[in-house]
């Protein structure tokens, strides 16, 4: 039957928040016995809103239900507020969550356990995740991309100025600002050595923990729980990135999020950016002024003896205990989910798939090259504390962002910083005990 899908556009009042959002319809016939609509949150970052309405379109052309794509903010941490406000009330009005990975120790009393109705498509995907996504035996939530943050860089401006690819920190501090003071002098006066996430927020909390991780000062909570934040090497990371801002790094990182970020790299005005996969498809878009000088590796050492570090990020689909289509909901998360989805949100948006075949796939491959490159990277990235944390890591993460930003604008530096978030997490631990 021919398709017919109308989108509309509403907005609706939801826990005090405004949120836009769309319906998508299909018409064909539906193997359900009565057609349903089923609404989802979908995030905006970069392309990934138009990607999941693609995604529910075709899911609703399959069964002739009605799908309702709501957008929600970009921040996590805004988003997550608002998703515990909605939870909280019970609220009805969204079906089908998008969740951080570090959010199913928090929010999975609000989820169904998707174990029951996965016909064990969940062995498919990557089962540290799986495990990450499993509360008390319960899948509250279903993999859908993967991420860790990586390091992109200008091609041509380092191979203009004889500069290797930076194996440390400390080499990339010194070839962006060559590259910088360089290109400056020839009358690229906007150019920028190295653009990152600074606003205080769980974007900040990522990047910190790649600084320090890779300088092997922790992970800020150990997995037995012990506080092992305040040490040499993690207050040392942090002077590091202080010390960029302002020389190497516009003054105004200290409010960039993923998507300022890329928008000065974007523009041609950075040598460097730390940022997720779903940048690639955007820097090499056909209008983009960088596109095909960009290359992307892993994000340097802290030193000879340190380590590639990147954050492990990434998001799942779960559905809500208060759906009043529940079967419908797990349908779409099903579908979305499922390896042929996944193959065309890799190969279209970059989004790193969670099932490790499609790594092997040569259409992805070649949309993607540094997939095979930085396998290692995406399959070993550093956690975040959340686990062992629980309920009380939105609070973990945000005394840690808090600190870090900090040292970054100059009211602390790192070893009284951290000495005072050490403090500050055994009281919410209740001394180490979460």
């Excluded at 909605?86 to 009393?109: H, K, S, T, Y």
């Excluded at 056909?286 to 492990?312: F, I, M, Q, W």
């Amino acid at each position: 039957m021919k398709k017919d899908h109308r989108s509309i556009a509403f907005r609706t009042t939801v826990a005090g928040a405004l949120l836009a959002s769309a319906t998508l319809t299909a018409t064909l016939s539906s193997p359900v016995a009565k057609a349903a609509e089923v609404s989802i949150a979908c995030g905006a970052l970069g392309v990934e809103f138009e990607l999941c309405k693609e995604g529910a379109e075709a899911w609703a052309a399959e069964t002739g239900n009605t799908v309702r794509l709501v957008n929600t903010p970009n921040s996590t941490t805004e988003r997550l507020a608002l998703y515990q406000q909605l939870l909280a009330a019970g609220a009805e009005d969204i079906d089908v969550f998008q969740i951080d990975v570090i959010w199913p120790g928090m929010l999975a009393n609000h989820f169904i356990d998707l174990k029951p109705h996965s016909n064990g498509a969940e062995a498919e995907h990557f089962q540290a995740i799986v495990e990450n996504n499993t509360v008390d035996g319960r899948l509250v939530a279903m993999p859908w991309f993967t991420d860790a943050g990586v390091l992109y860089y200008r091609k041509d401006l380092l191979e203009k100025h004889g500069k290797a690819l930076p194996e440390t920190w400390q080499d990339l501090t010194e070839t962006a600002a060559a590259v910088q003071e360089a290109e400056r002098s020839a009358g690229n006066d906007k150019l920028w050595g190295f653009v990152w996430q600074g606003k205080a927020y769980e974007g900040l909390t990522c990047d910190a923990l790649e600084w320090i991780d890779s300088f092997g000062g922790g992970a800020i909570v150990d997995e037995k729980g012990k506080i092992t934040i305040n040490n040499p090497q993690a207050a040392k990371a942090l002077d590091m990135a202080a010390s960029w801002v302002g020389t190497i790094s516009p003054p105004g990182v200290l409010n960039y999020a993923e998507e300022e970020a890329r928008g000065v790299f974007q523009s041609g005005n950075a040598v460097f950016m730390r940022n997720w996969p779903y940048a690639w498809g955007l820097a090499n878009s056909e209008d983009s002024p960088v596109r095909d000088k960009v290359g992307v590796t892993a994000l340097p050492k802290g030193g000879p003896d340190g380590k590639n570090s990147g954050t492990l990020g990434g998001w799942q689909l779960a559905v809500s205990k208060y759906s009043a289509n529940p079967e419908a909901a797990v349908s779409l998360v099903m579908y979305l989910t499922g390896a042929e989805e996944q193959k065309r949100r890799a190969i279209t948006g970059a989004y790193n798939p969670t099932i490790a075949s499609l790594y092997q796939d040569d259409e992805v491959l070649l949309a993607n090259p540094f997939f095979g490159n930085l396998y290692d990277t995406f399959t070993n990235a550093v956690a975040r504390p959340s686990k062992i944390a629980g309920a009380k890591y939105n609070r973990v993460s945000n005394e840690f962002w808090n600190a870090t930003h900090a040292v970054l604008s100059g009211k602390a530096d790192g070893a009284t910083s951290l000495a005072q978030l050490e403090k500050k997490l055994k009281r919410i631990s209740r001394n180490g005990r979460w």
